[in-house]
């Protein structure tokens, strides 16, 4: 089973399944930065999922959006089972504020931070924390 699509999501609390409006559509965005600018607050989480190629019960569209950067994606359906993360957003926070990436540009700093969640997410098993020890050695802009 490929994955198609990694899409992103914040909240500004933690994600509670049951307040999912099923008929309704529920915002993502394919720009890991973007979503973490939704998840303000200290109870704030980045959820990354990734839909399947064979996704065939969930409706998918790409809408218009103000930012050209990023494109968002409205789902509808319950998207529970694609789940691959939920990071608390001060743990993202955190890679983006480190030196050398806290006055790059957004493009830069969604790339680090796409970097790391793959890394992240990679990791069998995944670390407690998505920001190691060492990482401001490890990076590659």
Known sequence: MGVALRLYRGLKH????DLVKRML???FTDCPYTALQYARGRHGVLIVIDVPEEAEAVRISRED???KAACRFIMWGSFDAWIKAIVL?????AVV???????ASDRTKSEVLRRALADHLAADPPPPSLVPPTWP???RI
């Open 65 to 67: 959006w103000f930012d």
């Open 89 to 93: 957003a001060r743990e993202a926070r």
């Open 137 to 139: 050695a490890m990076i």
């Open 14 to 17: 933690p994600y509670r399944p």
């Open 97 to 103: 504020r480190i030196r050398g990436v806290r006055a």
């Open 25 to 27: 559509g529920t915002d």
